[in-house]
């Protein structure tokens, strides 16, 4: 069977530095969304997308992805109508933890006021697939809907499993990302505990001083089509998801498999996947935590992977912009990614100063850089790159991302 | 009941209703809740700041028959003790 082909028709996200196209825009200028040792979207007011009754039946996690989803939609052309019949149409969402905010107020209440006074919207709002039960009914979407948890790679096993119902005929497009609201006094504290977060309050990934990830906040989310469809209804196509690639680690609840043999083994799939060869990789969208653990296991991966090749490919961090958006991270990399590709530029991993023995990848510290298509394997006009994700429990997920330049 | 008493309830369950989302102008008494766009899970919020107030329970059977915004101040006053 003839696997159909997956493009991107819309993107929209919420991020601590504005939109998708604005957080593009900002990190390759150097700027950086991270106040306070923080990435919260602090210009996000959920009512300048949503009705006050619907801002109020979804936490904040959810707001953030409806307002991407609107984005999204937007974006694709989809504003004045679904362009395909609502069966086929799906909503792939995930999350890292869900409606935190939600449960750690009604568990103030439980314990001040007492059982009988716990919110009858506690469960809608906390639940961790509200977020696409609610895109799924804002915008009448029919087809299969549900979402996918796998900690900081939730979002982009979220895509590619998206990217599979489309290939195998299950939905002809899927509204697909994810999203995180997880700033909260519960989440920082039990973060903390874990030694994962950063005393000093700054990403660096890739640098010899990083101390841990800086959390953030928001959302992305993408309209995947099949390729056929997309094109007889004359969309603009942003980018094609080439490749997936999905595999555990089985190594440790929290801490990544010091080689990097489960991330370089979801690397292989997707270049597999694409049928492409680590030589056709233009650039490496990084999980990039800035956690001593991540960087040093993600960079051994890299060049297990790519060969030789590792050190000609330019790799950064989103997470040195922005912070580490959990659920979200997946998603909003993805599209930057595709977006990047689009304007042919390598944006930077911002604060990298000083580096690491043995990681020695080109991080693109300092300044973004222009990308050239190398065109090999026949691949002339097209830039390739892969967008990497990882998650506590041991989740590996690469996405395969080509576009046309 | 005190016309004082019935004008309160009232107050307080359009204020309530008014919180969840309709103007405050669009609740009037025989204004639908369908199209006031007022769920179950809005009548479950509204009865349990019923409780807190007054002391009266309203259970989902209650709230089965109720389609006006009449209909739910009169099922509140028939509880009250």
């Known amino acids: 069977m003839t696997r159909r082909r997956v493009v991107i028709t819309g993107v929209g996200a919420v991020t601590p530095l504005g939109g998708a196209r604005d957080l593009v825009q900002r990190w390759v200028a150097g700027e950086s969304g991270i106040r306070d040792g923080e990435g919260a979207c602090l210009e996000f007011e959920p009512t300048d997308t949503m009705t006050p009754k619907e801002a109020r039946r979804a936490d904040r996690f959810t707001q953030l992805g409806i307002a991407a989803s609107d984005a999204a939609l937007q974006d694709a052309g989809w504003a004045d109508g679904l362009p395909y019949d609502p069966d086929r149409i799906g909503c792939v969402i995930g999350t890292g933890i869900g409606g935190l905010a939600t449960i750690e107020e009604q568990h103030d209440t439980l314990r001040d006021r007492g059982p009988n006074r716990v919110s009858p919207l506690t469960v809608p709002l906390m639940m961790g697939n509200a977020l696409p039960g609610q895109v799924s009914m804002r915008h009448g979407l029919l087809g299969p809907t549900f979402g996918v948890v796998s900690a900081c790679a939730a979002g982009a096993n979220s895509i590619g499993t998206a990217m599979r119902l489309i290939q195998y005929g299950d939905a002809d497009a899927v509204v697909t990302g994810g999203g995180e609201a997880a700033l909260t006094p519960l989440s920082r504290a039990a973060f903390g505990s874990l030694d994962a977060l950063s005393e000093s309050g700054i990403s660096r990934p890739f640098d010899r001083r990083r101390d841990g990830f800086v959390m953030g906040e928001g959302a992305g989310v993408l309209v995947l089509e099949d390729r056929e469809r997309a094109e007889a209804r004359g969309a603009e196509i942003l980018g094609e998801l080439l490749g997936y690639g999905a595999t555990a680690d089985a190594h440790h609840l929290t801490a990544p498999e010091p080689q990097g043999r489960g991330a370089t083994k979801a690397i292989q799939q997707a270049l597999l996947d694409a049928e492409l060869l680590p030589e056709d990789v233009d650039y490496v969208n990084a999980h990039g935590t800035s956690t001593p653990l991540n960087d040093r296991a993600e960079t051994f991966a890299i060049k297990a992977a790519l060969g030789e090749h590792a050190a000609n490919v330019p790799v950064s961090s989103t997470k040195s912009a922005i912070g580490h958006l959990l659920g979200a991270a997946g998603a909003v990399e993805a599209i930057v990614t595709v977006l990047a590709l689009r304007e042919s530029v390598a944006p930077p991993t911002l604060g990298l100063e000083e580096p690491e023995e043995d990681l020695d990848l080109d991080y693109v510290p300092g300044a973004a850089r222009e990308l050239v298509s190398r065109g090999s394997n026949g691949h002339a006009g097209r830039l390739v790159a892969l967008s990497n994700a990882f998650g506590f429990g041991g989740h590996n997920a690469v996405l395969c991302l080509g576009v046309r330049t | ?81």
């Open chain 2, 1 to 81: 009941m005190s016309t004082a008493t019935r004008d309160a309830v009232s107050r307080k369950i359009v204020e309530t209703l008014a919180s969840f989302g309709p103007a405050i102008d669009d609740l009037r008494p025989e204004a639908t809740l369908e199209e006031l766009d007022i769920d179950s899970l809005d009548i479950a919020e509204l009865a349990q700041v019923v409780e807190d107030e007054y002391g009266v329970e309203i259970s989902g059977d209650d709230a089965a028959g109720v389609t006006t915004v009449g209909d739910t101040i009169d099922l509140v006053l028939a509880k009250l003790p």
